[in-house]
């Protein structure tokens, strides 16, 4: 009676440490399959900042497009302009001496290790682009050009989209876009940064 009474005990205790075990594994998959994935899609998300940049450096706009984007920066170079004083009116920046260097857009994009032909996936999200806008508004009195690009968290967290896993994190939220810019406000800034 003793010694089934123990390995009954036995038994119970082994469930419960089970029990225990299954009720931090989740918690602990959802935080790193979470920083896993954001973490993707901040550094794509970055890549495409990157070459939004280089592409309103040469064409003065945001792209609106993925083709646009892309086309412009297969087939543009960068250019850097160096100013130097002319040595007879070192004071005046008019008559400075201007040199033009031209780069080619695709190397510098390649040695940034920023890849064209995946740059408007999301990933994680089976082939879903990320959404992209970008326009003119007037800003104090200024008409500036304005881009974001983003895209929520529902497409890249897999089985971790459903709102149930806020009990997990409480800033966590499945609808939230994980963006960069604003068509408000002349700004590139990333709402993870």
């Known amino acids: 009676m003793r010694l089934v009474l123990n390995i009954l005990l036995a038994l119970i205790a082994l469930f419960l440490c089970y029990l225990l075990y299954d009720s931090i594994k989740e918690p602990i998959a959802f935080d790193n399959d ?50 130097t004083p002319d040595e007879n009116f070192p004071e005046d920046t008019d008559k ?41 508004i007037t800003f104090q009195q200024t008409l500036v050009h304005v881009m974001e690009a983003g895209a929520s968290r529902k497409l890249f967290m897999g089985r971790w989209s459903d709102p149930k896993y806020a009990k997990y994190d409480d800033t966590y ?9 604003d068509m408000t406000a002349p700004s590139l800034s990333g709402n993870w940064e």
Request: negative net charge.
């Open 173 to 181: 939220d499945p609808a939230k876009v994980i963006k960069f810019g």
């Open 34 to 83: 979470k920083e896993l994935r954001e973490g993707a899609v901040v550094e794509r998300l970055e890549d495409l900042r990157t070459s939004q940049e280089l592409y309103r450096s040469i064409t003065g706009e945001f792209a609106p497009t993925y083709d646009t984007l892309r086309e412009v920066l297969t087939t543009r170079d960068l250019f850097k302009i160096k100013l």
């Open 96 to 136: 400075a001496i201007r040199d033009t260097t031209f780069y080619n857009t695709v190397d510098s994009l390649n040695a940034m290790g920023i890849n064209l032909d995946s740059i408007m996936f999301v990933p994680f999200s089976g082939g879903e682009k990320f959404s992209m806008t970008a326009d003119t």
